[in-house]
């Protein structure tokens, strides 16, 4: 519907003619403004047609190539020079230093009033109005009728892309993607991710702009109650105009609501799920519940599951982090969170990839993340199953390992087999409280020395030079825990006795922090 000046030199009956500057006849005129000042420009915006009957275009013919040049560098949309006023024809130096920049000069003959050209422009311009009003109502009932038909927001992207006549791509806080509407949007999800993650400013209210294989795109982060939840990215082959960027600034607004709605339900689906392991690991269902409810989050009845146990940063980004990467691979799955991190249930196949998830987990939680794994074991055992994961996350934080299953804790699991840690306290008090008491009151390292000697096999140099002590000294400290403990440390058997105490007592206290 723009209006350009070939466009008006074929307006029936007005006899317009061009006389220089034709390359610029193609350029859309904004508006018309009549002037007969010698410098019209600081009263224009640019993209105006100037309409002069030639009074202030200067007597010299250098004032009058000049003021063709200022209107030019202006970016005005051309010139209609009315004829029969001031001038019978166009001077020559306006028409060669039009014609020299490809700035449209149109002669408008003295019959003609510039009313006849500013009515044709001006309602032009209001049709172009009107029209992108209509455009703008159409895509905005399009995108609000996506959302009450419940058409999820893949439904809003796609009567988005309608709208604008470009493709729609929607990514959440991992780059992965939510709504596509076109192998044109496919194709250039992961360079938009890359764009996003190197040029991404701190914040909710950026924008990014870049042409990608031709295309223009435009990106904006869809940020409900002040925190980005997703990023939009929406374009096509021409520049995006002034519309498009309205109607996909009014899909973000929905954008939100459609996630808000679908986080709402999926914060209602978490606290179940929650709840029934809570339940299934507390003994607290019978084998018909059990078996129905683990059926209603994707695990067979009579499937074998085990139990992970997770810590690394927060909680809530933890197990959301968890979800996202379970909810892409086979099987049910079932988390619930705790004070230092998370508790997850899946099925046998799952729990082989205890590493692979924590990787995963790490990548997304950008800090360290332990795991420890409990037995595979039937829905009626997950009791059990749990409380292997929690001791196998202790041992991980112990021996600082990144992932270990129950099985493969060796002695660890000898000590722990004896479950109540009532047991293992007393069982390291019994031999290491004497050595307690001396410590504390002479001030001595007699556990220290032990812990030492005991980890390099009673190799007394190397005990001795890891304590920083002459090995006469070291000697010295081993006869008085001999003396107190009535217990000879050159016999295999209290040496393992005594190393099995440190690592129980070490074990109690990794759990105290649990």
Not at 104 to 123: G, L
Not at 306 to 319: C, D, F, N, R, Y
Not at 334 to 357: C, K, M, P, W
Not at 424 to 437: I, K, T
Request: a neutral charge.
């Amino acid at each position: 519907m723009s209006v350009t000046v070939t466009d008006l030199l074929k307006i029936p009956g007005l006899s317009l003619r061009l006389v220089s500057g034709k390359r610029g006849a193609g350029k859309d005129i904004r508006w018309a403004h009549v002037s007969e000042l010698e410098d019209p420009t600081q009263w224009l915006k640019g993209g105006e047609l100037l309409l002069t009957t030639g009074m202030g275009i200067g007597k010299t013919p250098a004032r009058q190539r000049a003021y063709v040049r200022r209107l030019s560098a202006a970016g005005l949309s051309g010139l209609g020079f009315g004829l029969g006023f001031s001038h019978a024809k166009v001077p020559k130096p306006v028409t060669d230093a039009a014609e020299e920049l490809g700035f449209p000069v149109f002669e408008v003959p003295y019959e003609v009033p510039f009313i006849a050209i500013t009515e044709f422009v001006f309602q032009r311009a209001t049709a172009d109005q009107f029209d992108l009003l209509q455009r703008a109502s159409e895509a905005q009932n399009a995108l609000t009728r996506a959302v009450l038909e419940e058409r999820g927001v893949e439904g809003i992207a796609q009567q988005l892309a309608v709208a604008i006549r470009g493709w729609v791509l929607l990514l959440d806080l991992h780059g992965q993607a939510l709504a596509t509407t076109s192998r044109a949007a496919r194709v250039r999800s992961d360079r938009v991710w890359h764009e996003l993650r190197q040029s991404r400013p701190e914040g909710t209210g950026f924008s990014l702009t870049l042409v990608d294989q031709g295309h223009h795109v435009w990106i904006q982060p869809v940020s409900p109650h002040g925190r980005v939840e997703a990023f939009l990215a929406v374009g096509k082959p021409d520049a995006l105009s002034a519309l498009d960027r309205a109607v996909a600034s009014r899909a973000i607004a929905l954008f939100a609501i459609e996630m808000a709605k679908a986080r709402a339900v999926a914060e209602a689906e978490r606290r179940l799920r929650g709840d029934f392991f809570e339940s299934l690991a507390g003994g607290k269902l019978s084998t018909p519940e059990a078996t129905r409810g683990l059926a209603r989050f994707g695990i067979g009845g009579d499937a074998r599951v085990a139990v992970l146990s997770i810590e690394g940063g927060p909680t809530e980004q933890l197990a959301y982090a968890a979800e996202d990467v379970l909810s892409r691979a086979d099987g049910g799955f079932l988390i619930s969170r705790n004070a230092q991190g998370i508790h997850v249930l899946v099925t046998e196949a799952a729990s082989g990839e205890l590493d692979r998830l924590r990787k995963e987990l790490e990548a997304r939680a950008g800090t360290q993340v332990r795991a420890g794994a409990g037995s595979v074991v039937t829905a009626a055992d997950v009791a059990r199953s749990l409380r292997e994961a929690r001791y196998a996350l202790q041992v991980c934080r112990l021996e600082r390992w990144e992932s270990a299953g129950f099985e493969d804790l060796g002695t660890y699991r000898l000590l722990l087999s004896m479950v109540e840690g009532d047991v293992l306290r007393a069982y390291a008090d019994s031999l290491l409280a004497p050595l307690d008491a001396y410590d504390a009151g002479h001030g001595g390292e007699l556990l220290g020395s032990l812990r030492a000697f005991l980890e390099h096999n009673a190799r007394w140099e190397t005990a001795a030079a890891e304590l920083y002590v002459h090995r006469h000294t070291l000697r010295y400290r081993i006869r008085k825990i001999e003396e107190l403990t009535g217990r000879q440390l050159g016999s295999s058997f209290n040496r393992m006795e005594f190393w099995l105490a440190l690592r129980a007592r070490e074990l109690m206290s990794t759990a105290a922090d649990t």
